[in-house]
């Protein structure tokens, strides 16, 4: 990850937190619908790993939202 990008990955990582909390699921039952390891779902959380195209449009049926909705980023 370029470290001039950290910042919107943190702030893509509050939007995986406030949808998934919306949701009311936990990190590992998000991790199950997602198919990836609970500790991947922390750190995409956290803004410390970036997530593929593929698990993005799969949060948003879980969420369902779009992904200008994910990306939406709040200041």
């Known amino acids: ?15 995986i937190v406030y949808y998934r909390k919306k949701k009311k699921l936990t990190q590992l039952q998000l991790a199950e619908l997602l198919d990836i390891n609970r500790s991947h779902i922390s750190a995409i959380e956290l803004g410390n790993v970036g997530v593929s195209f593929d698990v993005v449009f799969k949060m948003c049926e879980v969420f369902e939202i779009t992904p200008k909705d994910l990306f939406d980023f709040r200041d």
């Open 1 to 15: 990850m370029n470290p001039a990008y950290k910042s919107l990955y943190e702030k893509f990582g509050l939007n």
